[in-house]
C-alpha cells in the first residue's frame, strides 16, 4: 500500500492547518503514521492511530496534534492546532508495522514527496 501526504503550506503562528494523508486501499486496514522532518534533522513518528483507531502522539506533541482517519474516503488526517515555527517540517505518512521491540515502525521504504509545513512568526 502507498499513501500520500498532502496540505501543507505556509501559514502564520498561531492557525491551525490540516494534513492529509491518501491511501491506496481500506486505510483502516493497518496503522497509520504521520512523521515530520524539520530542517537539518531526522524524520520522526510524531502520531500514529491503530487499526482499531486508537492514537498516540509524543509528549512534544500532545494536546496540539490530532490524529484520524476517514475510511469512506481512505485518509487519514493530521491536524495542527497553535502552529510554532518550530512545526515547521516536512511531514510524511507512512503506514506502520509493530517491531520487535514493541514499537511503532515505517512499513514501506515509499515515503513520496511529503507535504511542507512552514510557520512563520
Known amino acids: 500500500v502507498q499513501l500520500q501526504a498532502s496540505g501543507g503550506g505556509l501559514v502564520q503562528a498561531g492557525e491551525s492547518l490540516t494534513l492529509s494523508c491518501t491511501a491506496s486501499e481500506n486505510i483502516k486496514n493497518f496503522a497509520v503514521g504521520w512523521f515530520r522532518q524539520a530542517p537539518g534533522k531526522q524524520r520522526e513518528l510524531v502520531a500514529a492511530i491503530s487499526d482499531g483507531g486508537n492514537p498516540t502522539y509524543i509528549r512534544a506533541v500532545r494536546g496540539r496534534y490530532t490524529i484520524s482517519r476517514e475510511g469512506a474516503k481512505n485518509t487519514a488526517y493530521l491536524l495542527i492546532d497553535s502552529l510554532d515555527p518550530e512545526d515547521t517540517a516536512v511531514f510524511y505518512c507512512?503506514?506502520?508495522?509493530?517491531?520487535?521491540?514493541?514499537?511503532?515502525?515505517?512499513?514501506?521504504?515509499?515515503w513520496g514527496q511529503g507535504t511542507q509545513v512552514t510557520v512563520s512568526s
Open positions: 507512512n503506514k506502520l508495522t509493530v517491531g520487535w521491540n514493541g514499537a511503532y515502525e515505517p512499513a514501506s521504504d515509499f
